[in-house]
């Protein structure tokens, strides 16, 4: 997946993210979490945008550890959401493996660039 397509995957699910959001019911917890998700998951691809943009390599490694906690607490809201039984687990499993998903890209990406010798 080259960077274009991973920066179109990210918007995704930073709108299917702001989705669920929307969905969660108008109650403390559903606000709390709305909050929490809508942050991290849209936080997911604005900050690899600005990764994209490093002005080193430890810059773009640093953005990309950011990018990858940020994923990774999103599923945490996802997990919480169903816990919580906010919203139904068929609604949110797209969602989570997602998550997951870019989790293992970014980790990667990481591990890559850190082991690249220049």
């Known amino acids: 997946m080259n960077t274009t397509e991973l920066k179109e995957r990210t ?3 930073a709108l299917r993210v702001l989705k669920l959001a929307d969905a969660l019911p ?8 709305a ?9 997911v691809a604005a900050n690899y945008r600005a990764a994209l943009r490093g002005k080193s390599r430890a810059d773009f490694i640093n953005k990309i550890t950011i990018v990858l906690e940020e994923a990774d607490e999103t599923g945490f809201w ?10 139904p687990a068929k609604r949110l499993n797209g969602l989570r493996i997602e998550a997951e998903e870019l989790m293992k890209i970014f980790n990667a990406t990481r591990t890559t660039t850190r082991n690249h010798k220049s």
């Open 11 to 13: 918007m995704q699910f």
């Open 26 to 33: 108008n109650k403390p917890s559903g606000r709390t979490i």
């Open 35 to 43: 909050g929490q998700i809508a942050r991290s998951g849209t936080s």
């Open 78 to 87: 996802i997990e919480l959401t169903e816990r919580a039984g906010l919203l």
